[in-house]
């Protein structure tokens, strides 16, 4: 019997799966997320490979207004690879209040509300939606139950003081995915959140 005759359907995963949003941050041992360049010092090969392997599913991100204002002023004439020409060429939607004032391409307002925005973009063909250093954005999606996972570099070092990517009180279960240490000692880890 060949399966061309089968009545059961086959699997799309366009229909059967929602995309993903991916939150990936870097974060001290205390879990520090403001200004990463202040306790992250060395990007190892590796944590270049695990950067290229979460980019290289993504073909929109999410943005907050002050890592856009920041970004687009300096991502446009970076040669800093592979992240340069990803985040330079994505789709991005960024969460503000006001019109963007800087030109950048690709990237537009979120108009209306942001929790609403993500979930129809969810239902949207594509890969996976990334969140990328915005942590008063990253907070809100994942108290809105919209980061499906994270993507944390964790560096060897405690920063002692700035924003922390989760608040207190904030409770959530997680499943670990994978867990590897760089050659310079951060830890690449990979969530997934759970639903609860």
Not at 58 to 77: H, N
Not at 105 to 122: Q, S
Not at 166 to 173: I, N, V
């Amino acid at each position: 019997m060949g399966f061309a005759d089968d009545s059961r359907g086959s699997f799309d995963p366009k229909v059967e799966c929602m995309r993903k949003v991916v939150a990936y941050t870097l974060v001290s041992l205390d879990g520090v997320a403001e200004d990463p360049d202040q306790f992250l010092f060395d990007f190892d090969p590796v944590m270049l490979a695990n950067l290229t392997a979460v980019i290289g599913t993504q073909d929109t991100v999410l943005l907050g207004r002050a890592m856009y204002e920041e970004w687009s002023d300096y991502w446009p004439s970076s040669t800093d690879q592979p992240f340069a020409d990803f985040i330079n060429n994505v789709d991005k939607y960024v969460a503000t209040a006001t019109p963007l004032t800087r030109e950048w391409r690709n990237a537009e307002a979120i108009r209306g509300r942001i929790d609403e925005f993500v979930r129809e973009l969810k239902t949207r063909d594509g890969g996976d939606i990334g969140v990328h250093g915005s942590i008063a954005l990253t907070q809100s999606l994942f108290a809105a139950g919209l980061i499906d996972e994270l993507q944390l570099v964790i560096a060897p070092r405690v920063a002692g003081r700035g924003r922390r990517l989760f608040e207190e009180g904030w409770t959530r279960s997680l499943a670990l995915v994978d867990a590897i240490a760089s050659p310079t000692g951060s830890l690449l880890v990979h969530y997934t959140v759970s639903a609860d």
